[in-house]
């Protein structure tokens, strides 16, 4: 069964933003698969904040475009994150490249 290609995070495109009231955000952005033998219906987003000794999904549902605004972290902490293509059966592909992004 052949599973969807892995998606490319964009170094450049992972920021963190900070308001005024301290809440931080992380905004993420990648490059779709460029050649999937299955389209791909959305991503799914996995953060690590244990030096990448496990991950959790946090988006809910796939997500149908290549960016996501990560809104539940925490100030002063280290994050890796990977992003997963889905096809539209759910089969995931394997794993992007890591993201790492700490937060002021």
């Known amino acids: 069964m052949a599973r969807p290609a892995?998606?490319?995070a964009k170094d450049q495109s992972a920021q963190v933003h900070a308001g005024r009231s301290q809440h931080?955000?992380?905004h993420l952005a990648w490059h779709p698969p460029a050649n999937s033998r299955k389209p791909v219906a959305g991503y799914n987003i996995?953060?690590?904040s244990n030096a990448g000794?496990?991950?959790?999904?946090v988006n809910a549902l796939p997500i149908p475009k290549p960016e996501y605004d990560?809104?539940?972290v925490r100030s002063g902490a280290t994050y890796l994150y990977v992003v997963k293509s889905v096809d539209k059966k759910g089969v995931e592909?394997?794993?992007s490249n890591k993201i790492r992004i700490t937060v002021p």
Do not use: E, L, Q
Request: hydrophobic share 25%.
């Open 53 to 57: 000794k496990s991950f959790s999904r």
């Open 70 to 72: 990560d809104a539940t």
């Open 46 to 48: 996995y953060r690590s």
């Open 24 to 26: 931080h955000s992380v």
């Open 6 to 8: 892995p998606a490319f």
């Open 93 to 95: 592909s394997g794993p």
